[in-house]
């Protein structure tokens, strides 16, 4: 019974920051790979960000160098740190943790409930 929960999001004027949190609960010593997604309405979820159990960290091409994944093992809380955001970056933002993680959905098992960003 593994619980993500997303906190941090909001709205923001263009050129903005706001950095997301994830807390994790419910997993054990095991490893896992973690990430972040987004979706608008209406349309496919999309991967961001992930990192993995090593540190490994991997971008979608339209936010890299703008946001930055990382985690914290001993609170077990993921962020995402978001700079220079734009219109576009509006989405309901969604944390996921899973075995093989990557930048696809079916990488994940488990997931948050979502945290609302808006930029304007």
């Known amino acids: 019974h593994v619980q993500l929960v997303e906190s941090g999001g909001g709205s923001v004027e263009a050129g903005g920051s706001l950095r997301l949190s994830c807390v994790v609960s419910?997993?054990?010593?095991?490893?896992?790979?973690m990430g972040w997604f987004r979706q608008v309405a209406g349309k496919e979820r999309e991967g961001i960000a992930n990192?993995?159990?090593?540190?490994?960290?991997k971008y979608a091409d339209d936010v890299q160098g703008r946001f930055t994944i990382s985690k914290d093992n001993a609170k077990k809380t993921l962020y995402l740190q978001m700079n220079s955001l734009k219109p576009e970056d509006s989405a309901m933002y969604y944390c996921?943790?899973?075995?093989?993680?990557?930048?696809?959905?079916?990488?994940?098992?488990?997931w948050g409930r979502g945290t609302q960003v808006t930029v304007s």
């Open positions: 996921a943790v899973g075995t093989w993680g990557g930048l696809g959905t079916v990488g994940y098992d488990y």
């Open positions: 419910g997993f054990g010593s095991s490893s896992r790979c």
């Open positions: 990192i993995n159990s090593d540190g490994t960290t």
